[in-house]
């Protein structure tokens, strides 16, 4: 959520902030409504003053043996009054949340305009492999290997679903092991979260209202009371609401965590031919990082994050690049993006395999996420970051790409190998 007192105060940097994003708003309605709304409060809170100083006016009549029908008629006149003011009031409320919960975060002012067509490559690592055989598709990979059945996974859950199967298995999880046994190096807290959430999760994210249909849903039975639950899209949602409606000391931070979910997405994206097996799907799984800090602290936090995810991929010896996203293609809670893409030979293009973002206070606004600053004692709002740690649904692909031999085996990156019992290759059945 942005800055009520922001928007009032700077609508012209705030409309130009927007406009990079590619959304136009016109702020002139909203902020008559808004003085409309402050008028509304000023008088009702009068009504109020005036309410208290007659209340108080009605036992001193009594001790002096006076009428007090005009007073207690004045009361009800006010306290009518009141009751009309106040619903005015709550209706101006509503009307403005929800002004504000559709507008995304600000992009920061070193985040060009424009979308995908604007991102910059900032750097890269590696070098393209270069075969002296006709590469195979990672999907005719897998399925000479045995490592993933795309027949049955679509048999068990329809299509966008695979198995992990024997190596394939083994290989998923020595990922993710190779991934968390970094991250407690570098200091950060293992989580693992609850898998369904609650809408107020959807909210604090910056996924709901706008995005609601895209996750998948559980109502009436399968929901507490009927309210709207959700099976999360990515651990994000979960961590960005852990110390939700909190007030941290400041002595803690930064906060540092990492989580370890399956991520569901409702939709699997496109189905064109170079996207087919594992590089979209409506289930995998992701190691995320997630950061709570001080607001002068966020900028190098999220170049911890990059650097951290970069690391990994130095690590499996992928050959990948970083991307500044330009502001129309950052997510609408997020002010900076850096995007970690992976080279997959047989689409000839590069693919996310993490996002690092720094979303500044614009979660925190919307789950009261904030800490008490120790010089002044007064409350600020955090600021939040997340980064991918990383997903591995691309991950495999590229390494089979990547890797594979003249004969039709993959070589397995150094680093998973203890994972695999030591096994350097994984070979075709």
């Given at each position: 959520?942005?800055?009520?007192q922001?928007?009032?105060?700077?609508?012209a940097y705030v409309?130009?902030?927007?406009a990079?994003?590619?959304?136009?708003?016109d702020?002139?309605p909203?902020?008559?409504k808004?003085?409309l709304?402050?008028?509304?409060i000023?008088?009702?809170?009068?009504?109020?003053?005036?309410?208290?100083?007659?209340s108080?006016?009605?036992?001193?009549?009594?001790?002096a043996?006076?009428?007090?029908?005009e007073?207690?008629?004045?009361?009800?006149?006010?306290?009518d009054?009141?009751?009309?003011?106040?619903?005015?009031?709550a209706?101006?409320?509503?009307?403005?949340?929800?002004?504000?919960?559709?507008?995304?975060?600000l992009p920061?002012?070193?985040v060009?305009?424009?979308?995908?067509?604007n991102?910059?490559?900032?750097?890269?690592?590696?070098?393209?492999?270069a075969?002296?055989?006709?590469p195979?598709?990672h999907?005719?990979?897998?399925?000479?290997l045995?490592?993933?059945?795309?027949?049955?996974?679509a048999k068990l859950?329809?299509?966008g679903?695979?198995?992990y199967r024997?190596?394939g298995a083994?290989i998923?999880?020595a990922l993710l092991?190779?991934f968390?046994e970094?991250?407690?190096?570098?200091?950060y807290?293992?989580?693992?979260p609850p898998?369904?959430l609650?809408?107020?999760?959807?909210?604090?994210?910056?996924q709901?209202?706008?995005f609601?249909?895209?996750?998948?849903q559980l109502r009436?039975?399968d929901?507490?009371?009927?309210?709207?639950?959700?099976i999360l899209?990515?651990?994000e949602?979960?961590?960005?609401?852990?110390?939700?409606?909190?007030i941290l000391?400041e002595i803690?931070?930064p906060l540092?965590?990492?989580?370890?979910?399956?991520?569901?997405r409702k939709?699997?994206?496109?189905?064109?031919a170079?996207e087919?097996?594992?590089?979209?799907?409506h289930?995998?799984?992701?190691i995320?990082?997630f950061?709570?800090?001080?607001p002068?602290?966020?900028?190098?936090?999220?170049?911890?994050?990059?650097?951290?995810?970069e690391?990994?991929m130095?690590?499996?010896g992928?050959?990948?690049?970083?991307?500044k996203l330009?502001?129309?293609?950052?997510?609408?809670a997020?002010r900076?993006t850096y995007?970690?893409e992976?080279?997959?030979?047989s689409?000839d293009?590069?693919?996310e395999?993490?996002?690092a973002?720094n979303?500044g206070?614009?979660?925190?606004?919307?789950?009261?996420l904030?800490?008490?600053r120790r010089?002044?004692?007064?409350?600020?709002?955090l600021?939040?970051?997340?980064?991918?740690?990383?997903?591995?649904?691309r991950i495999?692909?590229?390494?089979v790409e990547q890797?594979?031999?003249?004969?039709?085996s993959?070589?397995i990156?150094?680093?998973?190998?203890k994972?695999?019992?030591g096994?350097?290759?994984?070979?075709?059945?």
């Open positions: 959520m942005l800055d009520l922001l928007i009032r105060t700077q609508t409309t130009e902030a927007l990079r994003k590619g959304h136009a708003v702020f002139g909203f902020l008559e808004d003085r709304r402050r008028e509304a000023f008088e009702v809170e009068s009504l109020k003053a005036e309410k208290n100083r007659v108080a006016e009605i036992p001193k009549r009594k001790k043996g006076q009428d007090v029908t007073t207690l008629a004045a009361m009800k006149r006010l306290s009054g009141i009751a009309e003011k106040d619903a005015a009031v209706r101006m409320d509503t009307e403005q949340k929800d002004f504000l919960d559709r507008l995304p975060n920061a002012d070193d060009v305009a424009g979308g995908k067509e991102n910059r490559v900032v750097r890269s690592w590696g070098e393209k492999p075969f002296g055989f006709a195979k598709h999907v005719d990979l897998v399925e000479s045995g490592i993933i059945d795309y027949a049955r996974g859950g329809g299509s679903f695979w198995i024997g190596d083994r998923e999880w092991s190779y968390m970094e991250h407690l190096k570098d200091g807290e293992f989580l693992l898998h369904i609650t809408e107020a999760c959807g909210y604090t994210a910056g709901f209202p706008k609601k249909d895209d996750v998948f009436g039975e929901a507490e009371g009927g309210a709207l639950r959700f899209p990515t651990a949602t979960a961590l960005v609401n852990l110390h939700r409606d909190e000391d803690l931070l540092r965590y990492f989580a370890y979910t399956p991520c569901y939709e699997a994206g496109s189905y064109r170079e087919r097996g594992m590089v979209r799907g289930q995998f799984n992701k995320e990082m950061q709570y800090t001080r002068e602290d966020s900028d190098a936090a999220l170049e911890e994050l990059v650097g951290k995810a690391r990994l130095q690590g499996l992928l050959h990948h690049r970083v991307s330009a502001a129309g293609d950052c997510s609408d997020m900076k995007d970690i992976v080279w997959i030979p689409m293009d590069y693919k395999v993490s996002s973002s979303a206070d614009y979660q925190a606004r919307r789950g009261s904030r800490f008490r010089e002044t004692g007064k409350p600020e709002f600021h939040t970051l997340n980064a991918s740690g990383l997903a591995t649904s495999l692909p590229a390494i890797f594979q031999q003249a004969d039709g993959v070589v990156p150094e680093v998973l190998r994972w695999m019992g096994q350097e290759r994984l070979r075709p059945r």
